[in-house]
């Protein structure tokens, strides 16, 4: 089956850094990549993804990477505020009905004021 | 993006009680839905596949008479914690792809068994 790995498990940033969250997976079958973030007490909303088809994707402070030969993907947070302080969690899926998503153990950023 | 959304938001009961979580998706059918179980600072265990109109999928190691699941239709999938216990309080959330599409999550449903 497959294994995301996911580092580092915390990061703390100062405002305006960026922050790279890193993953890995060990199935090559895996075609899709989704990032969600998590606030406290509530359930994770997705903020990017991106396919096997594709190298990098980026929406706007947002950017992800995917190197499909090295089986990793990152996260890149540009120019960071404090609301973008929560856990973020990868995944990786096989992207078709029914299937489950696999998903990274959670980095929890905060971004100091 | 696709709205999930979970009922209630938290609930607290007594031991050896039953609690029913609803999951629904507002915008869109779903065939399948996943129930997943987190803890504190921890990521997203999944329990089981919720399958329209058949049995649920359980994952290894999680008690199908313990957590009943029941997806009547296109638009609701439920979960029943019976005979609650103070180990079964958790963070419970719902996820549902539309179309084959990505995952989109309920808000979740903060369950605390006394």
């Known amino acids: 089956g497959e294994n995301v790995e996911q580092h580092p498990s915390t990061l703390s940033v100062q405002e305006g850094d960026s922050a790279v969250i890193k993953c890995t997976y060990s199935d090559s079958a895996s075609n899709y990549f989704p990032w969600y973030k998590q606030e406290l007490g509530k359930g994770p909303q997705l903020i990017i993804d991106?396919?096997?088809?594709?190298g990098e994707k980026k929406d706007q402070r947002i950017a992800v990477t995917l190197n499909k030969t090295a089986k990793h993907f990152s996260l890149h947070i540009t120019e960071t505020q404090p609301e973008d302080s929560a856990v973020y969690f990868c995944?990786?899926?096989?992207?078709?009905?029914?299937?489950?998503?696999?998903f990274g153990t959670g980095t929890s950023l905060t971004v100091i004021p | 993006g696709a709205v999930v959304s979970q009922h209630p938001s938290w609930v607290i009961c007594k031991s050896g009680t039953s609690v029913k979580i609803e999951c629904r998706s507002l915008d869109f059918q779903a065939t399948t839905m996943f129930w997943y179980r987190q803890f504190p600072k921890q990521s997203l265990m999944l329990m089981a596949t919720s399958n329209e109109g058949s049995k649920a999928t359980y994952e290894q190691g999680v008690e199908k008479d313990k957590f009943l699941i029941n997806h009547a239709s296109l638009t609701l999938s439920t979960l029943t914690v019976t005979s609650a216990h103070p180990e079964d309080s958790s963070f419970y959330i719902c996820?549902?792809?539309?179309?084959?599409?990505?995952?989109?999550f309920g808000p979740g449903t903060r369950l605390t068994v006394l």
């Open positions: 996820s549902a792809p539309p179309r084959g599409d990505t995952q989109y």
């Open positions: 991106i396919r096997s088809n594709v």
């Open positions: 995944a990786a899926s096989q992207l078709r009905a029914g299937n489950q998503f696999y």
